[in-house]
């Protein structure tokens, strides 16, 4: 019964593919967000999703798509992976605009070679 | 573009300790949180705060927010290895996250 889940849990692969992760969140939240969090620990917002609107953190790469099937969802696709791709990303939600805080997954952590 | 700095960066400690960690912001806060983070998994809200002056209390922990809204500390009564991990100020309304402070309580 996690209340917001990601997987997977650890991804490895090679410079110039496609992945994908998956998130989902049972908490019944309106909006949902990938962070990404480097090598320094520093969490940087890339992407936050309602049922009315994408707001796309202007820094990310055009080769990183959110995608979000229904509320309760929102994948990150990721093209052409880079070696500075290589991080820890964490899906997140929250009421509205989540002034009372967010509920963070346990993250992803990907590693490009 | 808002700065959130925190102090300090690192933090080592003897179980038993007190100790206070620090959140600076460039520019007023809309909605100031504070999360704590353990190896291999997300960031967990402790506490958000929204008015200036406000102080709240966790357990041994002990959150005041300043009076202009643009600081923030965290003390820790009698730190217990449990309390080890990287504290993360934020502001929530506005998604920005500072760069942590790690802290470490040995046995």
């Known amino acids: 019964d996690t209340a917001v889940s990601q997987t997977p849990k650890y991804l490895v692969t090679q410079m110039g593919n496609d992945k994908s992760i998956k998130c989902e969140q049972n908490?019944?939240?309106?909006?949902m967000y990938w962070y990404k969090q480097d090598s320094k620990k520093f969490l940087k917002i890339m992407f936050s999703?309602?049922?009315?609107?994408?707001?796309i953190n202007e820094t990310v790469p055009n080769r990183f798509s959110p995608k979000s099937p229904d509320k309760a969802h929102l994948n990150l696709h990721i093209n052409s992976l880079e070696l500075g791709d290589s991080a820890v990303y964490f899906c997140?939600?929250?009421?509205?605009?989540?002034?009372?805080?967010?509920?963070f997954g346990s993250g992803t952590r990907l590693t490009v070679v | 573009t808002q700065l959130l700095e925190q102090s300090p960066q690192f933090l080592s400690i003897q179980e038993g300790e007190n100790l206070t960690v620090y959140c600076n912001s460039s520019?007023?806060?809309?909605?100031l949180q504070w999360y704590r983070q353990e190896p291999g998994e997300g960031p967990v809200l402790l506490v958000t705060?929204?008015?200036?002056?406000e102080v709240k209390k966790l357990k041994r922990l002990t959150f005041q927010f300043g009076d202009a809204r643009k600081d923030s500390s965290l003390h820790i009564t009698a730190a217990q290895p449990g309390d080890t991990g990287l504290y993360l100020c934020?502001?929530?309304?506005?998604?920005?996250f500072g760069q942590g402070t790690e802290l470490s309580v040995k046995p």
């Open positions: 999703y309602n049922n009315k609107e994408l707001i």
């Open positions: 520019s007023v806060f809309s909605s």
């Open positions: 934020a502001d929530g309304g506005k998604l920005i």
């Open positions: 997140a939600s929250s009421q509205e605009t989540g002034g009372a805080g967010y509920t």
């Open positions: 908490l019944g939240h309106d909006t």
């Open positions: 705060v929204v008015t200036g002056g």
